[in-house]
C-alpha cells in the first residue's frame, strides 16, 4: 500500500527507484529503533544515568539513612587515602589476584588440552565431571567446600595426611592459607573459561598440525607455536573477563567467612569493603567512591592489556 | 597425520614399540584425565556423605570415618545394648553385646548364641571397639526440607527466575533482531557500547539504582530482581544475534514482500528457525537467576517470605553451622534443580558457551 501511493508521487519529480528506497529504508529504521527500545531504555536507565549519578555522589554525603544531601567536594577521595580498610582490602584483592588470576587461565587452559587430546579415551565423560561444578550455585558450593576444606574433618585434609602431609593448613582458619583456598574454590569454576578454549582448540586448521609435523615437530612445539598463537583471542578474552571478575571478587570470602572477612583481615576484599560502608553503614557517598577508584582501575587494567594485545594476540585476517 | 607419524616413526624403532609407546601415553593421559575428574568430585563426595550422617555420629567424632555409620546393638530380653568387639586371651576376639557395664568386668551376651547367657569379661570395657553398620540418614534431608521451608524458597525462586526468563527473552530477541536485520544509524557503535556493558563493574551502577529502587518502594519486593531483565542484556543479544545473522534474509524478505510486517517476521519467520538459541538464552538466564546470591541477598534482606532459594540456605546455614549434616543436605538441594537442567540441556548450553564466549 506505501508502495503504491510512493509511485504515484515519484513518477513525476524523479526517478521511480530513489524516492521509493528512500521511504523503505527510513520505514525499516523506525523499526529498527522500536525493536531497539527496550535496550537504549534499559541503558539509560540502569547504566548510564546510575554512573552519572554514582560519580555525582563522590562529591556528596549521601546516605539513605537522611533525608538530606550535601556537597563535600573532595572530602570522599581524600578519604580513600585516609582509610586503612579500604588500604588493606585493596592489599588483599591485589594478593589475591596475582594468584587467581593466571591460575584461573592456566588450568582451564591444561584441562582444554587434555580435552583435545588425541589419546584421551572418554571426552564428553570428563568434558562433563569439569564443567559441571560451574553449575552448582555460589552459595551451595562455598558451603561443599567450607565442609571440604575443615581442619580435622574435611576430607583435603584426611587425603594429605594420607599422602603423609602430617601437617596440613587449616585452610580457611589460617591468615596464610585462606587465599590459596578460595583458589581451590575458584578451580571448580573454570568450566566456561575451558569450554571455550576447548572449542577454539577444535576449530585450529589441522593442515597447520600436518604443516608441522612434515617439519618434525613434536606435541609440545605444535602446542606452544600453533595452538596457543590460534587461540589467543579466547585467552585475552577470558583474561580480561577474570581481571574484571576478580576485583568484584565478593561471594566467596562474604560467605565462607559468614562475611567477617576473618581471620584477621586477611579475607577482608576490596568489594566487602564497599558493600559494608554501602549497605550496612548506609556511607553511599563514600561507597560511590570506592565503587568509582574500582571502576577506574578496572578501567586502566583493560586498556593496559588491550595496549598489551596487539603483542601476543593473534587475529587471523578474514572472520 | 597418524599416518605421518607412523612412517617417521618406523623407519627407527620396530612396529610393536611404537604400539607399546602409543598404548603408554594413552594409558597416562587417562590416567591423569581419572586423578583430575576425582579431584573435581572429591567435595561432591564429602558433602553427600556428610548430608548422611546422623547428628550424633558428628557430635562424637567429626574426623572419624567417613561413612554414615550407625552403632550396632543387639536385642536381649526387650532392651537393645551396643556391640562391641571384644579380644580374649586366646587370641580371638568376639562381637558382643555390652549388657551390664563394670569397672573391672563387664558382662556380655554372644548374639549368635544368646541361650550361653551372661559371658564375664575382664577389663575395661571404654578401650572397646564399638561395632558400627552404614547408615545412611536420608531423614536430614526432610528435617531440612521443613526448617528452611524448601517448597516456599522453591517456588519464590521458580517464580523469580521464569518471570525475568520472559522478560529478557522479550527484550533480548527484540533487540537482537534490530542489531542483525535494521539498518540504524551508527548501529555499530551502540553494539560496541552494549558489548562494552559485559565489562563495566556492577558496582558502579549499584548505589543509585538500589537508591532509586528503595525511592520508589521496589526494596524488599522481587521488583528489582525482574524488572531490569525486561530491558535486554548483552549475553543474550550477541548469542541471538550471532543466530540471526546466520538466517537467510531471503525468506523475511519473501514474507515482506507478501506484505508482513516486521513483528510478523519476527514472529512467523524468525523465532520459529532460532529455536536452539532462544532455549539457550533461557536456560542460561534460568539458572543464572537460580544461582544469584548477591541481588537477593541486597534487595530482599529481613523478608524471609519472599528470599530465594539462594539467600535461603545462606542464612540458614549461616545460623545452622552446628549440624553440618544439615548444612550440607540444604547446599545439595539447592543445587539439584540447576543440575538436572544441565545434565538434559548440556549439548544447548554448552554450544551457547561457545557462542558467547569464542565469537565475542
Given at each position: ?6 509511485d504515484t ?13 528512500r521511504?523503505l ?11 531497539l527500545s ?10 548510564a544515568a546510575?554512573?552519572i ?31 586503612p ?16 588470576v ?8 591444561g ?17 562433563t ?15 561443599i567446600?567450607r ?11 584426611r ?16 591468615e596464610?592459607w ?10 571448580w569454576?573454570?568450566?566456561n ?10 576449530g585450529v ?16 612445539t605444535k602446542?606452544l ?15 580480561v573477563?577474570?581481571?574484571?571478575g ?6 566467596v ?5 559468614l ?6 583481615t ?9 558493600y559494608?560502608t ?29 595496549a598489551?594485545?596487539?603483542r ?8 | ?9 618406523v ?7 611404537v ?17 583430575l ?23 562424637a567424632s ?6 554414615p ?5 543387639y536385642?536381649?530380653?526387650g532392651?537393645?545394648?551396643p ?11 568376639r ?6 557395664k ?8 554372644d ?14 570395657w571404654?578401650?572397646l571397639?564399638?561395632?558400627?553398620t552404614?547408615?545412611?540418614?536420608f ?5 531440612a526440607w ?13 517464580a ?10 522479550l ?5 537482537a533482531?534490530?542489531?542483525?536485520r535494521?539498518?540504524?544509524p ?6 560496541l557500547?552494549?558489548?562494552?556493558t ?13 537508591a ?7 526494596t524488599?519486593s522481587w ?7 525486561f ?5 543474550n543479544?550477541f548469542?541471538?544475534?550471532q543466530?540471526f ?11 515482506m ?8 517476521v519476527?514472529?512467523r519467520v ?5 529455536w536452539p538459541?532462544?532455549?539457550s ?6 539458572i543464572?537467576?537460580?544461582n ?15 528470599q ?17 549434616e ?21 549439548k544447548v548450553?554448552?554450544?551457547g ?6 565469537e565475542?
Amino acid at each position: 500500500m506505501v508502495m503504491a501511493s510512493v509511485d504515484t508521487a515519484g513518477v513525476l519529480t524523479s526517478p521511480r527507484e530513489a524516492p521509493k528506497r528512500r521511504t523503505l529504508q527510513q520505514q525499516q529504521r523506525i523499526w529498527g529503533w522500536i525493536f531497539l527500545s527496550p535496550w537504549i531504555l534499559g541503558f539509560v536507565l540502569f547504566t548510564a544515568a546510575p554512573m552519572i549519578a554514582s560519580l555525582i555522589f563522590t562529591f556528596t554525603d549521601f546516605s539513605l539513612s537522611r533525608p538530606e544531601m550535601s556537597f563535600v567536594g573532595l572530602k570522599n577521595w581524600q578519604n580513600l587515602f585516609n582509610d586503612p580498610l579500604a588500604i588493606i582490602a585493596l592489599g588483599v584483592t591485589i594478593k589475591y589476584a596475582l594468584i587467581a588470576v593466571p591460575i584461573g587461565i592456566l588450568v582451564p587452559l591444561g584441562l582444554a588440552a587434555l580435552l583435545n587430546s588425541k589419546h584421551l579415551f572418554g571426552k564428553r565423560i570428563w568434558r562433563t565431571i569439569f564443567y559441571l561444578p560451574y553449575m552448582v550455585p555460589a552459595v551451595s558450593s562455598i558451603f561443599i567446600w567450607r565442609s571440604f576444606l575443615n581442619g580435622e574433618t574435611g576430607w583435603l585434609n584426611r587425603l594429605l595426611i594420607q599422602i603423609g602431609i602430617t601437617d596440613p593448613p587449616n585452610w580457611l582458619q589460617s591468615e596464610a592459607w585462606i587465599l590459596q583456598a578460595f583458589v581451590l574454590i575458584g578451580l571448580w569454576g573454570v568450566g566456561n573459561a575451558m569450554l571455550t578454549m576447548l572449542a577454539t582448540m577444535q576449530g585450529v586448521p589441522t593442515e597447520l598440525y600436518e604443516a608441522a609435523d612434515v617439519d618434525g615437530a613434536n606435541g609440545f612445539t605444535k602446542f606452544l607455536r600453533i595452538t596457543l598463537p590460534m587461540i589467543s583471542p579466547v585467552i585475552f578474552y577470558n583474561l580480561v573477563l577474570s581481571v574484571i571478575g576478580v576485583m568484584q571478587y565478593f561471594e566467596v570470602p562474604y560467605i565462607a567467612t559468614l562475611g567477617t572477612g576473618h581471620p584477621g583481615t586477611s579475607a577482608y576484599f576490596y568489594n566487602m569493603h564497599l558493600y559494608k560502608t554501602a549497605f550496612t553503614y548506609f556511607d553511599m557517598g563514600y561507597g560511590s567512591t570506592l565503587a568509582w577508584l574500582m571502576f577506574i582501575i578496572a578501567l586502566a587494567l583493560t586498556a593496559a592489556l588491550f595496549a598489551t594485545s596487539r603483542r601476543w594476540v593473534y587475529y587471523s585476517s578474514g572472520d | 597425520m597418524a599416518a605421518v607419524t607412523y612412517s617417521k616413526s618406523v623407519n627407527t624403532s620396530p612396529y610393536y614399540a611404537v604400539r607399546l609407546r602409543r598404548f603408554a601415553v594413552t594409558a597416562l593421559v587417562g590416567l591423569f584425565a581419572l586423578v583430575l575428574g576425582i579431584g573435581y568430585l572429591l567435595p561432591f563426595g564429602n558433602m553427600a556423605l556428610i548430608a548422611v550422617k546422623s547428628q550424633d555420629q558428628i557430635a562424637a567424632s567429626g574426623d572419624g570415618p567417613i561413612w554414615p555409620l550407625e552403632p550396632e546393638v543387639y536385642n536381649y530380653e526387650g532392651k537393645d545394648y551396643p556391640i562391641y568387639t571384644v579380644p580374649f586371651e586366646d587370641g580371638t576376639s568376639r562381637e558382643l553385646a555390652l549388657v551390664k557395664k563394670g569397672r573391672q568386668t563387664s558382662q556380655f551376651v554372644d548374639p549368635a548364641n544368646p541361650d550361653a547367657g551372661l559371658v564375664d569379661w575382664a577389663g575395661n570395657w571404654r578401650g572397646l571397639a564399638q561395632v558400627s553398620t552404614i547408615a545412611p540418614h536420608f531423614d536430614n534431608f526432610g528435617i531440612a526440607w521443613d526448617i528452611i521451608n524448601f517448597p516456599r524458597l522453591f517456588g519464590n525462586t521458580v517464580a523469580i527466575a521464569l518471570i525475568g526468563m520472559v522478560g529478557t527473552l522479550l527484550s533480548s530477541i527484540a533487540v537482537a533482531y534490530a542489531f542483525a536485520r535494521f539498518p540504524i544509524p551508527g548501529k555499530n557503535i551502540l553494539f560496541l557500547v552494549l558489548i562494552g556493558t559485559i565489562i563495566l563493574p556492577r558496582q558502579v551502577t549499584l548505589i543509585p539504582t538500589y537508591a532509586f529502587f528503595a525511592k520508589i518502594g521496589w526494596t524488599q519486593s522481587w521488583l528489582p530482581l525482574i524488572v531490569p531483565h525486561f530491558f535486554a542484556n548483552a549475553y543474550n543479544v550477541f548469542l541471538l544475534r550471532q543466530f540471526f545473522m546466520t538466517l537467510p534474509r531471503e525468506l523475511d524478505e519473501a514474507a515482506m514482500i507478501d506484505g508482513a510486517s516486521p513483528f510478523t517476521v519476527l514472529y512467523r519467520v524468525i523465532i520459529p528457525q532460532s529455536w536452539p538459541a532462544i532455549i539457550s538464552v533461557g536456560l542460561f538466564h534460568f539458572i543464572f537467576a537460580w544461582n544469584d546470591y548477591f541481588g537477593p541477598l541486597l534487595y530482599l534482606l529481613g523478608k524471609p517470605d519472599l528470599q530465594p532459594i539462594s539467600v535461603g540456605v545462606q542464612i540458614f546455614n549461616f545460623q545452622y553451622g552446628q549440624r553440618p549434616e544439615l548444612v550440607q543436605a540444604t547446599s545439595l538441594m539447592a543445587m539439584i534443580l540447576p543440575l538436572v537442567i544441565f545434565f538434559f540441556a548440556q549439548k544447548v548450553f554448552m554450544r551457547g558457551v561457545v557462542v558467547t564466549g569464542v565469537e565475542k
